[in-house]
Nanobody
Framework: QVQLVESGGGLVQAGDSLRLSCASSGRAFSSYAMAWFRQAPGKEREFVGAIRRSGTTYYADSVKGRFIISRDNAKNTVFLQMNSLKPEDTAVYYC??????????????WGKGTLVTVSS
C-alpha cells in the first residue's frame, strides 16, 4: 500500500519556473519507478515524465528540455522541476508509482494531483 501526495502547484506566469513535489508513504520508495502525468481541462491524461530506480529519466516531447525529474530516496520524494512554463502546461499534475518497470507505462499507485496554472 502506497500513498502519494503532490504539492507545489500554483499560479505562475509564462516563462516562470515551479517545482512540484510528491511525497510517498511507502517504505520501499526506492524500489519504485516514479512518473508524472498531467490532465488539462477537457483533455485526456497524458504522460509527462518518469524516473527509474536507477535515476534514468524519460520525458514527453512537449516538456523535454524544460522539465527535470529527480528523486530523493532518503526523503521518499520525487520532484518535477518545471522551467520556461507555457500556458499549455496548465493542468492538474499527478504523481504515480510503479512497482515494476513496464513498457506500457502502467502505474500501480496515484496521487490526487496538484493544480498548475500558467498565465500569459
Amino acid at each position: 500500500q502506497v500513498q502519494l501526495v503532490e504539492s507545489g502547484g500554483g499560479l505562475v506566469q509564462a516563462g516562470d519556473s515551479l517545482r512540484l513535489s510528491c511525497a510517498s508513504s511507502g517504505r520501499a520508495f526506492s524500489s519504485y519507478a516514479m512518473a508524472w502525468f498531467r490532465q488539462a481541462p477537457g483533455k485526456e491524461r497524458e504522460f509527462v515524465g518518469a524516473i527509474r530506480r536507477s535515476g534514468t529519466t524519460y520525458y514527453a516531447d512537449s516538456v523535454k528540455g524544460r522539465f527535470i525529474i529527480s528523486r530523493d530516496n532518503a526523503k521518499n520524494t520525487v520532484f518535477l522541476q518545471m522551467n520556461s512554463l507555457k500556458p499549455e502546461d496548465t493542468a492538474v499534475y499527478y504523481c504515480a508509482a510503479a512497482s515494476a518497470w513496464r513498457s506500457s507505462g502502467g502505474m500501480d499507485y496515484w496521487g490526487k494531483g496538484t493544480l498548475v496554472t500558467v498565465s500569459s
